[in-house]
C-alpha cells in the first residue's frame, strides 16, 4: 500500500509469482498466452464485463507478462477500488475458456509476435543473445514463447496452468493511492479474503546456470538490417542473488559505463574516437534468479562492428583495471537516487516497482532502502564488481548485420 | 531476462503528432491534482499556467515554440529535428560535455522534441536544484552552441535511425500515407528528413533556424509541482526574457489530405502486413470536434469496447493492435489508424476494417456506445493526469489549442451536450469522405488502387 493523496485515484494492482521461466518445457508463451485470455470472463462475470466497468468509470486496464511473474492492474476513482478488488478476487479461480474465445486469441498472439519479433531484425537477434547466455536456465527463451510453440497451445494447457499457479497463496496485492492501510486492508478482507487457497505453492527451483566458460557470438544477418549494431550481454547476479552491495555496485557500474552522453563509452566511443553512432550499458536487477548487464554500440558509417568492439573492450580493460573516479561515482550515485524522487511523480510507476520487486523475491525493505544502498556503494565495490561481472566468458556478443555483408563474409 | 509484454501497445501511436497523444489524455471532471491553473504572467509579458502542487519535491515545465517541422525550409526536411537534438548539446561557455555534466549532476533532465507544428522542450528537476536547472534551460535556449563536432554526432545519429526506419514496415507505411496525403505541402516531409536532406544541412541552416523560431512571440509555457506563482513569474523572465520577441514563420498554407480511395501497396519481405489508413477530420475549433471525438471513440479510440478492436482483434483474432485518432493539425485535420496483420488475412483485415467504418458512418452509434463513450471520455480525466509531466503536456497543448483555462470545467458540459443526432450527423461528416490507405509487406490478393 503505497499513499498518493494528490489525486481521487487508485493504482490496484495484482501480482502472480508465475512466469515465462516457470512453464513446462515445449510450452513456451503459455504464461503470456494465459495472461491474454483471462480478459474472457468468469462464471460470476462472464465477457467482458470487467473491461466494460473499468472503461465506463473512466478507468484503465492492462496486463503484462515477465520470466518472472504476470500482472493485472486498474487505475480507477478512488471509489472504485473494493470492486476492482471483487472483480480481481473472482478472476483468481473462476476463468471460464471455451474454444470459441481461445482461438481467436491465440491468433492474436501470433500477430502479437508477429509484429514485436518476427517483423524486427533486432528483436529476432535480441531472442537469439538470450538463448544463447542462458546455457540452462529457462530465462533463454523467449516471454512471448518460440514460434512453433505458440502455435500448438491450447486452452487445457491454458486451463492446467491456470489451476496450478492462480491461487490466492500465489499473488501480491499492490495498491497506491488516495486510500488509506486501514480501506484497503478491510476492502482486501471482504474480497480476497474470501477466496481460498486452491493449489500448494511449490518453491520456484529452476534449472541453475553452470560455470559459463566460453565467450558466444551470434550473428543476424537480414537482407533489411541497413543499420549494423552490436549488443553484448553479461550473465549477472540479480539484486535478489546477489551477495550484499552487488547488484547496486553493478547499478553504479552500468551508469558510469554507459548511462548517457556523459558515460564512458559514449564518450569514448562516439566523441573522443568517432567510431561510433552510439553507445551504452544497461543492468536489469529486479529478477528471481539471474539478472543482465548489457552494452550496445551502433558504429559510424565507414567503421566496421569490429572496430567498434575493439574501442568497447578497451573501455572494459581499463574500468577493470583502474575503477572509477571519485567524481564519476558520486554523479552516477546522485543521478540514481534522484530517481527515487521522481518515482514518487507517478503512481503507476511507483506501484510497479514495488510489484515487480517483491514477485521476484525481493522485500519491501529491501525497495525502501534502494536509495541508502546507492549511497553507500564505493568506489573499490564498482571495480570488483567490474572486474567479476565484465567477463567475456560469461557473455555473448549479438551482431546484426545486412545479409549480403554476411554472404560475403562466408565465401 | 527478456522484456515485460503488455496486453495493448501503444507503440504504433509514436508515428503520429504530438496532439494524439494528448487526445488520450482528454479532460473531464475536475481532478483535485489539477483542481486550480494559476494563469501567471512575468513582468517582461511571458505567459505560463501553473499547477502549484509541493507534494513532491520536483516540478515539472514544459513549453513549446510554434514553428517545428512545418518551418523547416524547403529540401531541407529534418532542420528542426537537428536543431532540437542539438539544444541540450552544450550552451554559452559550456561545451557538450560541460554541460551534460551540470545536468546529470543535479540529475537535471532536459529535452527537446521537434514536432510538425512545434519544438517542444521539457524540463524536470528537484525543486532543490532548480535554479540551475532553469539557468542551464536559458543557456540552451539562448546561446545554443551547434559545435561542429556535435552536429556531426546528431546527424550521425539521425542518419542511422533513418537507415533503420528505411527497411521498417511501420516507418514505411507512415510515410507513404503523409507523402500521398499532401502532395507539395511540408506535411508530405517526414519531421526527421531524409537520408539526402539531413546529409546536406549545414551549421548555417541550423542556427537560421533556430534564430527564426525560438522566440517569445509564440511560447506556450506550463510549470506544475514544488513552485509557486511569484517564483515562477521571475523564472520566465529569467529563461525566455533573452529570447527575440517575435519570431520569423513563413506562412503555411492549410491542406485536406489528398488521395482518397487510393490504396498504395509496398512491398517487403516481412512476415506481417502494416496498414496505414485515415481520412479528413474535424478541425479542433470547429463546433463538432467534440462529437468527432466521441465517434472516435466508438470506432477505434482507446478502450477494448470499440468496434475496430471487437471486429478485428476480439472476434476474429486478426491483430494484435488496431487503432483510430484524431489528429488535429495547425493546417490540417485527419482521422488516422492503423494495424499490422498476417499477410494471407491483410484483404480481410483491411475489409472488416472499412465495412466497420462504412457501418458507422451509414447508421451512427448506438444510444448505448454514445453513453458508454461519454462516461469513458467523462471518468478518464483524473487518471490520466497522474504525473507532473503530464499535466504540464496537457497544459502547454491547451494552450496550442486556444482553449482557457477553465477548459477542465467546461469539457464535460461540452461531452454531455453531444445528443444521438449530433453523433449520426458527425459519424457520417467524419467517416464518409473515403480513405487513403497504405499497406506495407507482402499481403496476398491485395494491390494499389489508384496510385502510380
Redesign the interface.
Known amino acids: 500500500m503505497l499513499p498518493d ?5 487508485v493504482t490496484h494492482m495484482i501480482w502472480y509469482k508465475v512466469g ?1 521461466a516457470d512453464e513446462t518445457a515445449g510450452r513456451s508463451g503459455l504464461a ?1 498466452f494465459l ?2 485470455l483471462m ?1 474472457k470472463g468468469t462464471e460470476k462475470n462472464p465477457g ?1 464485463r470487467f ?2 466497468v473499468v ?6 486496464e ?7 511473474y504476470t500482472g493485472f492492474f486498474q ?3 478512488s471509489e472504485h477500488l473494493k470492486e476492482m478488488m471483487a472483480f480481481e478476487a473472482d478472476r483468481i479461480t473462476g476463468l471460464v475458456l471455451t474454444d470459441d474465445v481461445v ?10 509476435q ?3 519479433v ?3 531484425p533486432n528483436s529476432r537477434l535480441g531472442e537469439q543473445i ?1 538463448a544463447a547466455l542462458y546455457l540452462n536456465h529457462p ?1 533463454g527463451r ?3 514463447g518460440w514460434r512453433p510453440e505458440i502455435e500448438q497451445l491450447t486452452r487445457d494447457d491454458a486451463l492446467a496452468f491456470y489451476r496450478r499457479f492462480y491461487t490466492p497463496n500465489n499473488a501480491i496485492v499492490v495498491v497506491a493511492g488516495d486510500v488509506t492501510a486501514a480501506e484497503v486492508k478491510e476492502d482486501a478482507d471482504d474480497t480476497y479474503g474470501k477466496i481460498a487457497p486452491r493449489a500448494e505453492v511449490a518453491p520456484r527451483r529452476r534449472p541453475l546456470e553452470p560455470v559459463q566458460d566460453a565467450s558466444r557470438t551470434v550473428t543476424l544477418a537480414d ?5 549494423p549494431s552490436l549488443s553484448r550481454a553479461y550473465l549477472a547476479p ?1 539484486r535478489t542473488t546477489a551477495k550484499p552491495g552487488v547488484s547496486d555496485a553493478l547499478e553504479v557500474l552500468a551508469h558510469v559505463l554507459g548511462g ?3 558515460s564512458r563509452l559514449y ?1 569514448s566511443l ?2 573522443e574516437q568517432g567510431v561510433a ?2 553507445a551504452g550499458a544497461y543492468y ?1 536487477p ?2 528471481l534468479d ?3 548487464f548489457g552494452l550496445y554500440a ?1 558504429p ?2 565507414g567503421k566496421s562492428l569490429h572496430d567498434v568492439e575493439a574501442a568497447i573492450d578497451a573501455v572494459i580493460a581499463d574500468i577493470r583495471e583502474q575503477g572509477v573516479t571519485a567524481d564519476e561515482l558520486s ?1 552516477a550515485k ?2 540514481l ?3 527515487a ?2 518515482a ?5 510507476a511507483l506501484a510497479r516497482w514495488f510489484g515487480a520487486a517483491l514477485a521476484t523475491g525481493e522485500t519491501v525493505e529491501m525497495v525502501r532502502r534502494w536509495p541508502e544502498d546507492i549511497r553507500a556503494v564505493s568506489a573499490d565495490a564498482v571495480r570488483d564488481a567490474a572486474r567479476t561481472l565484465l567477463d567475456s566468458r560469461a557473455s555473448v556478443t549479438g551482431y546484426l548485420v545486412h545479409a549480403v555483408q554476411a554472404e560475403e563474409k562466408h565465401t | 531476462m527478456n522484456a515485460v509484454l503488455a496486453r495493448f501497445d501503444y507503440r504504433n501511436l509514436r508515428d503520429f503528432t504530438r496532439p494524439l497523444l494528448i487526445a488520450a489524455m482528454f479532460v473531464a471532471t475536475t481532478p483535485a491534482f489539477a483542481t486550480t491553473i494559476e494563469r501567471v504572467v512575468s513582468p517582461g509579458g511571458i505567459e505560463a499556467w501553473l499547477v502549484h502542487e509541493p507534494a513532491v519535491p520536483l516540478i515539472a515545465l514544459d513549453f513549446a515554440f510554434i514553428g517545428g517541422a512545418v518551418q523547416d525550409p524547403p529540401c531541407k526536411a529534418g532542420t528542426a529535428n537537428l536543431v532540437a537534438s542539438l539544444l541540450d548539446e552544450g550552451a554559452g561557455e559550456f561545451d557538450s560535455k560541460a554541460f551534460h555534466n551540470r545536468l546529470e549532476r543535479k540529475a537535471i533532465e532536459l529535452s527537446f522534441q521537434a514536432e510538425r507544428d512545434t519544438l517542444h522542450g521539457s524540463l524536470r528537476t528537484l525543486s532543490e536544484n532548480k535554479d540551475e536547472a532553469f539557468d542551464d534551460l536559458r543557456l540552451a535556449l539562448t546561446a545554443p552552441r551547434f559545435d561542429a563536432s556535435d552536429i556531426e554526432i546528431m546527424r550521425g545519429q539521425i542518419l542511422s535511425m533513418l537507415r533503420r526506419a528505411a527497411t521498417s514496415p511501420n516507418e514505411i507505411a507512415s510515410q507513404r500515407w503523409w507523402q500521398a496525403a499532401f502532395p507539395g505541402h511540408p506535411y508530405s516531409h517526414p519531421v526527421s528528413g531524409t537520408l539526402e536532406s539531413v546529409t546536406a544541412l549545414t551549421a548555417d541552416d541550423i542556427r537560421d533556424y533556430s534564430h527564426r523560431v525560438l522566440a517569445r512571440g509564440k511560447l506556450k509555457v506550463a510549470v506544475v509541482g514544488d513552485i509557486d506563482a511569484e517564483t515562477v513569474r521571475t523564472a520566465l523572465d529569467r529563461i525566455f526574457g533573452a529570447l527575440p520577441a517575435q519570431p520569423e514563420l513563413k506562412t503555411i498554407g492549410t491542406m485536406a489530405p489528398q488521395g482518397l480511395g487510393k490504396r498504395i501497396v509496398v512491398k517487403l519481405d516481412v512476415p506481417q502486413a502494416v496498414v496505414t489508413f485515415g481520412g479528413p477530420g474535424i478541425a479542433r475549433n470547429d463546433p463538432d470536434f467534440m462529437a468527432a471525438y466521441i465517434v472516435n471513440h466508438i470506432l477505434g479510440g482507446g478502450s477494448f469496447s470499440s468496434r475496430l478492436y471487437q471486429e478485428v482483434r476480439e472476434k476474429r483474432g486478426l491483430a494484435y493492435s488496431v487503432y483510430d485518432s484524431l489528429v488535429w493539425l495547425n493546417y490540417t485535420a485527419l482521422f488516422l489508424g492503423g494495424t499490422a496483420t498476417r499477410a494471407d488475412r491483410a484483404g480481410e483485415t483491411l475489409d472488416v476494417i472499412q465495412k466497420e467504418i462504412r457501418r458507422l458512418a451509414n447508421d451512427g452509434p448506438t444510444a448505448q456506445e454514445l453513453a458508454n463513450a461519454k462516461a469513458h471520455l467523462n471518468g478518464s480525466f483524473v487518471l490520466n493526469l497522474d504525473t507532473s509531466t503530464k499535466i504540464a503536456a496537457l497544459l502547454v497543448q491547451l494552450q496550442l489549442d486556444g482553449l482557457g483555462t477553465d477548459y477542465f470545467r467546461r469539457r464535460p458540459e461540452m461531452i454531455n451536450a453531444v445528443t444521438l443526432d449530433d453523433a449520426r450527423r458527425v459519424a457520417k461528416r467524419l467517416l464518409d469522405a473515403g480513405l487513403l490507405v497504405t499497406v506495407v509487406g507482402r499481403p496476398e490478393g491485395l494491390a494499389s488502387i489508384g496510385a502510380e
Open positions: 493523496h494528490r489525486a481521487p485515484v515465462a503470456h495472461e491474454h480478459f467482458n473491461s466494460q472503461a465506463d468509470i473512466g478507468g484503465q492492462n496486463a503484462f507478462t515477465s520470466s518472472d487505475r480507477v476513482p482461438r481467436p486469441e491465440l491468433n492474436v498472439v501470433l500477430e502479437e508477429n509484429m514485436r518476427a517483423n524486427n538470450d530465462y523467449p516471454v512471448i537482407p533489411r538490417v541497413e543499420q540479480s548517457g552522453e556523459n564518450r562516439v566523441v553512432i552510439n536489469s529486479t529478477a539471474y539478472g543482465k551502433t559510424r558509417s554523479l546522485n543521478r537516487i534522484a530517481d524522487v521522481y514518487q511523480d507517478n503512481q503507476a
